[in-house]
């Protein structure tokens, strides 16, 4: 669960910071770096990651939620169902060995490594409206995940319609013996990482909270990097993005509001 808030960064959009590819990766990122961004706090990022590639998360500053959204790269109808792998695997954490299941119970994504040990599935993702009912209409002009999944969504042919329950990757919601759900301090740290090996061509939306109401982010979101590497390629391969990149260099345009500086 994601509450968030909207700030322009300092240049007036999202800074567009670019790792040296390869450059300190998790031992899981295996193969040819595909794909190596840092998407920067509070921003939106997507892009197709392949059948057998692998894509690793890194929690560069730690407790910062990724919000995420996974459809097939070839049918959008599609995607990532969290009943569907919450029953195959009968529990409502992720963690190493959990498979992402589609709405009709397909492999998607398979998490084959994990520094955390516990990620979220059933927090869902802020919104301007939920901001404004849990914390005040003063966090009106915050934009949220929900915002941010609509901007990138949309250049995938994505609508709200198509906005299912997210995976809140670091996030930690612990679920008490009476079924009661909680956004409490985060159990990640700086640098950690999870690895997804890709089962199809999928389509990755993510949001990259910039929630500040609750502790989710720690009440400062920050960067998150995003490695797409290629187990069957030498590892010496050129990391250009080519055609499985659709956002190399991070996030684009954020919704802005008059509020926001």
């Not at 590639?53 to 500053?61: H, P």
């Not at 929900?146 to 709200?160: M, P, Q, S, T, Y």
């Not at 997804?196 to 990755?204: F, I, T, Y």
């Amino acid at each position: 669960m994601t509450t968030t808030e909207t700030h322009a960064q300092p240049s007036g959009g999202p800074a567009r910071i670019a790792p040296l590819p390869g450059a300190n990766l998790p031992p899981a990122a295996v193969g040819a770096v595909v794909l190596d961004a840092v998407v920067p706090a509070r921003a939106p990022w997507s892009a197709v990651v392949r059948r057998g590639q692998l894509l690793t998360i890194v929690d560069l500053g730690g407790n910062q939620a990724v919000d995420f959204l996974a459809f097939d790269a070839h049918d959008t109808s599609l995607r990532y169902s969290a009943p569907d792998t919450i029953q195959a695997q009968s529990s409502v954490f992720l963690t190493t060995g959990s498979v992402l299941r589609d709405c009709e119970h397909a492999p998607m994504m398979t998490l084959v490594a994990d520094d955390c040990g516990r990620h979220d599935t059933l927090g869902g993702a802020c919104s301007k409206e939920s901001n404004t009912l849990r914390y005040g209409h003063h966090t009106a002009s915050q934009h949220a995940c929900v915002e941010n999944f609509l901007a990138e969504g949309g250049r995938h042919g994505l609508g709200k319609r198509d906005l299912v329950s997210n995976i809140n990757w670091y996030m930690n919601v612990p679920v008490d013996p009476d079924g009661a759900l909680g956004i409490v301090d985060g159990i990640s740290a700086p640098g950690l990482s999870l690895t997804l090996r890709a089962e199809k061509d999928v389509l990755v939306v993510v949001s990259n909270c910039p929630q500040v109401n609750n502790p989710c982010n720690g009440f400062d979101p920050t960067p998150v990097r995003m490695v797409v590497t290629d187990p069957r390629q030498d590892p010496g391969a050129d990391p250009a993005p080519g055609p499985h990149a659709t956002r190399p260099d991070a996030a684009g345009p954020l919704p802005t509001d008059p509020s926001e500086g």
